[in-house]
């Protein structure tokens, strides 16, 4: 399979304890991206790679949330002292450019109880 | 900022009738505009986009879509609905490069219900 892999596919955890998710992005694609999607809602954007830098990041992802992705490969999502608001699909997508389309992977579906 | 609108929360239509899912967007500058459709607990499979060019953008699965600049638009299309295309469609524009182009502003979805 040469599509955008994301693990865990889902993930339960405590109120206050901390997740790392990881991506896998289609290996030629230099542009990574991180969304989260809630019930009902489109896809926001969180954060943004070219090769391992990180260009751009939503204010919605506050200092509890940090993005790696080193050597321009796989890109890991942490939440720290995760909250039951952090409930929600994080999906990561690659593109090899910028007019190009974005692939997504199936996302991480996060529930915090 | 970028914003895109789809009017419509659902959309019902008979299998083998057309099918219209509206979308209308704002952006400053020339926009780039994709169509991505979403099966439950799945992520999004892309459809189509407009970067240039003809107005009349083809896709996958028969699907289509028009970008009318004068209306801000990009309506998706399809000129015979199968029960199959029942899923959540969502529009998403991408700006210039200095006005938020390095992300993908997405519409809250338009869930499409196609019966017999």
């Known amino acids: 399979d040469t599509g955008v892999s994301q693990n865990p596919r889902h993930k339960i955890t405590k109120r206050g304890q901390n997740v790392t998710f990881r991506c896998d992005p289609i290996?030629?694609?230099?542009?990574l991206y991180w969304y989260r999607q809630t019930l009902g809602q489109g896809p926001e954007f969180l954060t943004y790679f070219q090769n391992e830098a990180q260009l751009e990041k939503s204010r919605l992802l506050s200092d509890r949330f940090s993005a790696e992705r080193p050597k321009g490969s796989f890109s890991t999502l942490e939440i720290q002292r995760t909250e039951q608001g952090d409930s929600a699909m994080y999906l990561c997508a690659s593109s090899l450019g910028r007019v190009t389309e974005a692939f997504f992977g199936q996302g991480t579906r996060l529930t915090v109880v | 900022a970028q914003s895109v609108a789809q009017p419509e929360d659902q959309v019902n239509v008979a299998e083998g009738n057309p099918l219209t899912v509206k979308c209308t967007y704002s952006?400053?500058?020339?926009?780039?505009l994709f169509w991505y459709v979403q099966y439950p607990n799945r992520g999004l499979q892309f459809l189509l986009k407009?970067?240039?060019?003809?107005?009349l953008v083809k896709g996958s699965y028969g699907f289509e879509a028009e970008f009318n600049k004068s209306q801000t638009s990009f309506h998706l299309k399809k000129p015979s609905a199968l029960v199959s295309d029942s899923a959540l469609y969502f529009c998403?524009?991408?700006?210039?490069?200095?006005?938020?182009?390095?992300?993908?502003?997405f519409g809250t979805g338009t869930q499409l219900k196609v019966e017999l």
């Open positions: 998403a524009v991408r700006g210039p490069l200095t006005g938020g182009g390095n992300k993908l502003t």
């Open positions: 952006v400053s500058g020339n926009p780039y």
């Open positions: 407009y970067i240039t060019g003809d107005n």
């Open positions: 290996s030629e694609h230099n542009r």
